[in-house]
């Protein structure tokens, strides 16, 4: 009996080589069709329409006057991954950006009675919200809010549950999954 030459082994290497390859490149991108991504769609719109519906509020400043805060309209940008756990096959992320705006007024009523412009900017935020899947339902993880201020240091907090459904305008409820 012969042996295959050498060469044709090593071609045969290759080619097992390339298909595992292949196989394994489907780890851990995003994913664009499925369950997981169908539901996932229906957080971010939900989240986007929270959002969007967000009002300028205004509230007690500690200086005795009246701060009334408002907010961009906010960039929320999705992406689900497929993971290789059978406990949890999909992660999905959302990345909010928004500003947040503050003007202040002596009284109540002057405070209502300002249009906040971009000359009010206080900040630019980005919130990033970690979710999991486990194959019927999302499960909100953890976050974090990352706040710029102009002529200040980046700050980065960790958001809580609480915080994420908190009621009123800070809150972030509408992107939580129902």
């Given at each position: 009996?012969?042996?295959?030459p050498?060469?044709?082994c090593?071609?045969?290497?290759?080619?097992?080589?390339?298909a595992?390859?292949?196989?394994?490149?489907?780890c851990?991108?995003?994913?664009?069709?499925?369950?997981?991504?169908?539901?996932?769609?229906?957080?971010?719109?939900?989240?986007?329409?929270?959002?969007?519906?967000?009002?300028?509020?205004?509230?007690?400043?500690?200086?005795?006057?009246?701060?009334?805060?408002?907010?961009?309209?906010?960039?929320?940008?999705?992406?689900?991954?497929?993971?290789?756990?059978?406990?949890?096959p999909?992660v999905?992320?959302?990345?909010i950006?928004?500003?947040?705006?503050?003007?202040h007024?002596?009284?109540q009523?002057?405070?209502?009675?300002?249009?906040?412009?971009?000359?009010h900017?206080?900040?630019?935020?980005?919130?990033?919200?970690?979710?999991?899947?486990?194959?019927?339902?999302?499960r909100?993880?953890?976050?974090?809010?990352?706040?710029?201020?102009p002529g200040?240091?980046?700050?980065?907090?960790?958001?809580?549950?609480a915080d994420?459904?908190?009621?009123g305008p800070?809150?972030?409820?509408?992107?939580?999954?129902?």
């Amino acid at each position: 009996m012969t042996q295959p030459p050498i060469r044709s082994c090593a071609l045969l290497h290759l080619a097992a080589a390339a298909a595992v390859v292949a196989g394994l490149a489907g780890c851990n991108k995003p994913e664009t069709t499925g369950p997981a991504t169908t539901s996932f769609d229906a957080i971010t719109t939900a989240c986007t329409q929270f959002l969007a519906a967000r009002q300028p509020h205004v509230l007690p400043g500690a200086a005795g006057d009246w701060t009334l805060t408002g907010y961009s309209p906010a960039l929320v940008q999705p992406e689900v991954t497929r993971t290789e756990s059978t406990v949890t096959p999909y992660v999905g992320k959302l990345v909010i950006k928004d500003n947040e705006a503050q003007a202040h007024a002596p009284t109540q009523a002057a405070a209502q009675a300002i249009t906040l412009t971009p000359a009010h900017l206080l900040s630019n935020r980005t919130h990033t919200f970690v979710y999991s899947f486990d194959g019927t339902q999302w499960r909100w993880q953890n976050g974090q809010r990352l706040t710029k201020i102009p002529g200040q240091n980046d700050r980065l907090e960790a958001m809580t549950l609480a915080d994420v459904s908190a009621a009123g305008p800070r809150g972030f409820a509408g992107c939580l999954p129902q």
